[in-house]
Nanobody, 123 residues
Framework: VQLQASGGGSVQAGGSLRLSCQAS????????MGWFRQAPGQEREFVAA????????MFAESVKGRFTISRVAAENAVYLQLNSLKPEDTAVYYCAADIRGGRNFDRDRFDVWGQGTQVTVSS
């Protein structure tokens, strides 16, 4: 499967964006889909994940209450809604898939990556 992320842009602090991740083929029930981000000069960090079959969701502490993750199985798509954006949310956002799946989250198992989409938040 290949992943295509889109929806980034430039917004002011407090604004919102909706990122989309479109898979080129089926997303199977065992997949875990995730969003990560990387700011200039920083390590790539986890943002959010969703277990495809169970619709279980997990978020980084830094985005809890502001970001939501959702899926549309019929579209083979994952969405990340970014609300109450802050300048520190500025980064390139990547969607990724753990196609082996499982109960536990392990960022090292995410081995299918889309290209990034830039999110810039100005103060």
């Amino acid at each position: 499967v290949q992943l295509q992320a889109s929806g980034g842009g430039s917004v002011q602090a407090g604004g919102s964006l909706r990122l989309s991740c479109q898979a080129s083929g089926p997303i199977y029930s065992n997949y875990i889909m995730g969003w990560f981000r990387q700011a200039p000069g920083q390590e790539r960090e986890f943002v959010a994940a969703i277990w495809w079959r169970a619709n279980t969701k997990m978020f980084a502490e830094s985005v809890k209450g502001r970001f939501t993750i959702s899926r549309v199985a019929a579209e083979n798509a994952v969405y990340l809604q970014l609300n109450s954006l802050k300048p520190e949310d500025t980064a390139v956002y990547y969607c990724a898939a753990d196609i082996r799946g499982g109960r536990n989250f392990d960022r090292d198992r995410f081995d299918v990556w889309g290209q990034g989409t830039q999110v810039t938040v100005s103060s």
